[in-house]
């Protein structure tokens, strides 16, 4: 049986900055200037692992960003928009709501946990243009909660 550590060694990945594991797998050669003027990579990919209650952060980049599932258990993301939240639960069981993949949109708040809150889940991301960390933004609890004043138990969960 597969485990968490297993992935972690075997697909060299490291902490990253949001939570979890990575390690970015592709980034594209071509080039895209965008709306900053900064030069980006048109794609880029990572390998992405949250284990047991280990949370991917609310944080928001500026590109669109695909989310595929690959293996382990269920994986929620936590998207914050027009003031509410939404959640998608990517896994393999279609047929119970879970989905193989999911878009965040750019400029989303968001953040992602196991369903259960032990295993693991092993996605991968791809994002358009590609990622830089220029882009990315970790939320601040006080200024996410009076954006989303509802949501603040579970903005403290993820801040």
Known sequence: MTTAQDLIQQLRLQPHPEGGYYRETYRADLGITVESGARRSVSTAIYYLLED???SHFHRIQSDELWFFHQGQPLELLLLQNGQLTTITLGHDVGRGELPQAV??????FGARVKSGAGFSLVSCTVAPGFDFADFELAERTQLTREFPSLAA???QFT
């Open 154 to 156: 579970l903005i403290e």
């Open 53 to 55: 209650d280990n949370r």
């Open 104 to 109: 965040v949109p750019a400029h989303t708040w």
